[in-house]
């Protein structure tokens, strides 16, 4: 095994070990186990920041496997600070104040914006943008709360979302900020902002205005990485930027103007599309060949050749994915328009085979031309076959479509291809199967396996592009149903177990083949499965948190000390050239420390101020109705619905006067069965009642208040119970009219 190759295998190894640890840390919090008191959890949580930090410093200070422990203090830092936010989560959790709140994001965004700032590490330059944008997600649209925003104040939230990521873009573009991966994916929020801002249905004022935006950013991108800056990943973002916005466009127009004519117009504007795409390139190839002859002219077609070929292939392939949806809508519009619903899937079948088995013979027609009449045939042919529903047609098109995936070339339209040959198969299962018993867990294991034994295949198959898309398409699918597998009913005792554990032993042991063999797309397709499978796993009810915890955090633990046993007996030491973690701590130890301090600081001040009111704080009793939902990071809660949150009848006009999220007083008043009501809105000055207490609110624009007590998080699996038995909040306020949650009660 090579250097590199070491060296590939032990990181990877590393990291997942790392976020398995993670993942443990956020699924035992969230479990909300009884046998922790409040101290415990927050000496834990504290804890286990300090020692996350405390490994990165230990291993920045180790000499020996020179680079793997540089990676593993880098790997450590991050998880220290993913530790803090999963640490404040836990103390909102412990003391009931909020549930995903912007205050949890906020916070949690701070030091990871200190730490991207000092380090200029890029996994930290994410982490602040994730959270940032999550805090900002959450103040414009809580998740405890209904906020009435209108059409002018969503517009200009979607405008913020789109200039932030603008600004970040051009950050990157320029070197100020050096992360690849930001630059991606701040250009892709950036038009995905734009194009909601551009719907003329949503904004019906600046929804029109907005599209001259999104086509000059669009134009403007094709010019920009294809003259100034020769970029092909940032070309095909482009161009994928420009498919979505012609296929949003369509559909928006179709949802107004949908009739015949309609559907025809968009067939002729798919074949003026397709002719105009024929001879524009016609064009540029008389170009090229007019300017031959003269030797400094050739030197510069050759050296602009290259660029040539990527814009061009990036070019046909936005026309083709806009000339398909654009024309599989309308052919398949324009049959149920014409037919009046008589025998309309026999004809869309017929229509579809009349598409796909000429394009399939006709090599010499262009390619974009072909593939476009090929897939809006099979995306025809696909939903004529699934209304009919017969078992002997779906046979047919099954290998119709067999035969598109053996004539075609090219890597893209072999995948899109297997993946209707999959849909084909999926659909003919669930015909023949309908009546069965756990009908769907059967197809998806079915599939699995189907696909697991087409990518075994490839090895009996010589070089060439088949075995290449035999394997690359069967891994990806194979990938795709073991995950959709882990989801599905019993279809014996412990099926679902064993599934769950097949994925993940499977799926690990191909991340650690594939990047053995330095085979880096199934690799990378392989870690992705892994790391989505334990993200999904959080939501998955039939396996505790706290089962889940125990087993991840066994599991990081035997990856990492089997990875660490690895790396030194095969003495798979970092180049010190290539040691690109090994400065990471090196020149900013003071700034880091001092970043950690404040975290620590912040969760023993959090932890204090919420005990000072628990003990301090006026106990008031109040009336609810609760529901039953999970939090992203804190596990299972109650949300309540005060009586409180509706103010009577006669206070409401002045809480529309009110915008969203206005912050407001109001004064409770005690009644005779010992139950706090609404009184009325305090005034700045006025004195209270012995009976009456003041509680901070905020308004949420549809009549209704909001005082940041409407979570209790209680143990996992017990939400249930807690609905049914709850009738009332004991509440403590403070003398400035904060408010924490203490206890539910029925009485």
Known sequence: MSAMLRLNVTRVSFLMGVSLLLAAIIYFFAANWGGLGRADKILASAGIMVLFYGSSFLFAKMKIMLGHHSFLSSIFLVGGCISFGAAVALLNQIYNSHADTYELFLVWTIPAFLFSLITRFSPFYLLTYALAHLTLWQYFFPSSLNVYHSDGELFLIGGLFALINLVLFILTETKLLVSPPLKYVSFIAFHIALLVLSNSLIYEQYGPWMNIVSVAAIAFGFYYFSQMRLNKIMLTLNALAASAYAIFKFLELLTEHASTSFFVFGLLFVALLLTGNVLFFRYLNRLGQSVQGTEKLEAKAEGNEHKSAIFGKIVSTAVTVIGVLIGSISLIGLVFLATDGDNTEYVLFVISLLFIIPALFLTRLNAIVRYTILTIGYAAGLIAIAWINLPFLTLLFLLVTTAGWLRLDGRGQHLFIYSLFNINIAILLFQLFESVQHAYSFIVLIMAALNAVIYASHHLLSEGALRQNARECGLLYMLLFLFWLTFMEDIFPYSYELFNVLNFLVVTALTFLFVRRSQALEAAASLTFWFIYIGFKYYDIFWTLLHKSIT??????????????????????????????????????????????????????????????????????????????????????????????????????????????????????????????????????????????????????????????????????????????????????GKKGDALLERLSKD
């Open 552 to 733: 991840l955090a066994l599991l990081g633990l035997i990856i990492i000390a089997v990875t660490y046993f690895f790396a030194y007996r095969t003495r798979s030491a970092v180049p010190e050239k290539a040691d690109e973690y090994g400065r990471l701590l090196s020149k900013s130890k003071v700034l880091i420390a001092i970043v950690i301090v404040l975290q620590l600081g912040y969760v023993g001040y959090h932890a204090a101020t919420s005990e000072v009111l628990l003990s301090t704080g006026k106990s008031i009793k109040l009336a609810i109705e609760p529901l039953d939902p999970r939090s992203l990071l804190q596990g299972d809660y109650v949300r309540l619905n005060y009586s409180i949150s509706t103010p009577p009848e006669a206070v409401r006009q002045e809480l529309d006067n009110k915008q969203g999220l206005s912050r407001i007083k109001v004064v409770l008043q005690e009644s005779a069965d010992g139950v706090y009501a609404f009184d009325r809105f305090y005034q700045s000055g006025e004195a209270l009642a012995v009976s009456e207490v003041i509680i901070n609110a905020s308004a949420s624009g549809w009549q209704n208040l909001y005082y940041g007590i409407e979570t209790f998080f209680v143990p996992e699996g017990t939400g249930l119970e807690t609905e049914r038995n709850a009738r009332y909040a004991y509440v403590k306020v």
